[in-house]
């Protein structure tokens, strides 16, 4: 799959069957977040891999609002050390590593964005670092509409030379 075409057809998955996914696989997703472009270099990221049932049942249970990371083969966790460019640049890693997944047939969702401070002990992240996201992974449950998304229009979001001219 092309990138334009994997960045259209993107969507959240939220059940995953219980194949789990190839190491190869695996090592890639987390080599697309290494990777990514960081400001200044920095680099703050570190990506926890997990596929231990029991312990993805526990990120399961800590994450309000990804309780179906239970269920999921893999989860990448994405801690940061406390930097400047932090978020963009592990926001920017985490979008890395969902295409290249998806790209792949394996879907994925964003869990988190803050509130996972209690991820960090059984994790052993250290007291320095947040924790950005848990990013579920695995071959989705039901067949996803690839594409099939309500976005805003392309001339309400787009702007031309200055903000209130259209680009279409």
């Known amino acids: 799959m092309d990138t334009f075409e ?4 993107l969507l959240a998955v939220r059940s995953y069957q219980p194949k789990p996914v190839p190491d190869d696989l695996v090592r890639r997703i987390v080599e697309a977040g290494r990777l990514t472009g960081s400001g200044m ?10 596929r231990d049932p029991e312990t993805l049942r526990k990120l399961g249970a800590l994450a309000s609002s990804g309780s179906y ?11 940061t050390e406390k ?31 803050g509130g996972l401070d209690k991820v ?12 950005l996201a848990i ?4 071959y989705p449950a039901r067949a996803v509409g690839k594409g099939k998304k309500r976005r ?16 279409e």
Do not use: C
């Open 6 to 9: 994997a960045v259209r057809t």
């Open 41 to 50: 270099n920095g680099q703050p990221w570190h990506f926890i891999v997990v």
């Open 69 to 79: 990371t239970a269920q999921a083969p893999l989860a990448i966790v994405v801690a």
């Open 83 to 113: 930097s400047r460019f932090a978020i963009s640049d592990a926001s920017r890693a985490i979008q890395s590593m969902l295409l290249t997944a998806w790209a792949e047939g394996v879907g994925s969702n964003w869990v988190g964005f």
């Open 120 to 131: 960090k002990a059984p994790l052993d992240i250290p007291a320095g670092h947040d924790v």
């Open 135 to 138: 990013l579920p992974f695995g």
């Open 152 to 167: 805003k229009a392309l001339r309400e979001v787009a702007h031309l030379e200055k903000y209130g001219r259209p680009f």
